[in-house]
């Protein structure tokens, strides 16, 4: 006698739950809930890049910190971003000859981000700094100036060594990424998605 409350509260949960998940997957399939669409609410940016600098003699300043690395050592980087994915437009993968583990990258970068990129490389000639996605570390490089590559200067090249799976997820998400942070550019920006091609 005792169980059969818990049984009918139990039985009642189940076909709430199954209520429940019919609705939200008939919403997913009329389209009213999109999370691949930068434009709403419910997206939520994935592969977020930051560039930030090293902090070689740490203070325990307010602004530094102790990020975890691959090989189970730290490196302490300043919070202040130098970079971040609200001036990259576009991400590109490169192999990197000889090491089929790893790949560089290629950055479009807007207006403001060009300007952001000159002054990270003037500052950090010849230092590395820190990529981080998604606040996780992703590698270290040594910025370039934009177009010392040869490409025209909206474009700069790292020299990192991601792994395949980070770099793929930044070049897919990079234009969405973009989009979302800089909402006054969807109504022309609109048309990459439409056509699958970058102007």
């Known amino acids: 006698m005792k169980r059969f409350p818990f049984a009918a509260l139990l039985a009642a949960a189940a076909v709430f739950c199954l209520a429940g998940c019919e609705e939200f997957r008939e919403a997913l399939e009329d389209g009213s809930v999109n999370y691949d669409d930068p434009n709403s609410e419910n997206y939520r ?46 991400v590109k993968v490169i192999p990197r000859p000889g090491n089929p583990d790893v790949c560089d990258l290629q950055f479009r970068l807007d207006r403001a981000g060009k300007v952001q ?23 270290k490089f040594i910025p370039e100036l934009p177009g010392e590559t040869g490409r025209n200067d909206d474009w700069v090249t790292l020299r990192v060594g991601v792994d395949h799976y980070t770099a793929r997820g930044m070049m897919k998400f990079a234009k969405k990424n973009y989009v979302y942070y800089n909402p006054d550019t969807a109504s022309w920006f609109s048309s990459l998605f439409k056509d699958g091609e970058s102007r």
């Open 117 to 139: 990129w000159q002054m990270l490389a003037g500052n950090n000639r010849e230092m590395p700094v820190i990529l981080v996605v998604d606040s996780r570390y992703a590698g």
């Open 45 to 90: 940016p994935r592969f977020v890049v930051g560039v930030f600098s090293i902090v070689e003699y740490p203070r325990a300043s307010d602004l530094e910190k102790e990020l975890p690395m691959p090989n189970g050592r730290t490196v302490c980087i300043n919070t202040n971003q130098n970079f971040s994915s609200k001036n990259l437009r576009e």
